[in-house]
């Protein structure tokens, strides 16, 4: 017999178990998207030319 001969197995509770792990990632990735969002319409008014009147006259 091989030692090293590596047996797998299908758990579904593990899976179902590991699923809070992948909603709390995707959740981060959420509010990541969200605070990047939110800082570049922060900069956008900041930095908008308020001397600019609407116009589009050259």
Do not use: C, W
């Amino acid at each position: 017999m091989n030692m090293y001969m590596l047996t797998a197995s299908f758990e579904p509770m593990h899976f179902v178990d590991n699923l809070r792990y992948m909603g709390l990632g995707m959740l981060g990735i959420f509010i990541v998207i969200g605070v990047i969002m939110l800082l570049t319409m922060l900069l956008n008014k900041l930095t908008e030319d308020r001397s600019h009147d609407g116009s589009d006259e050259q």
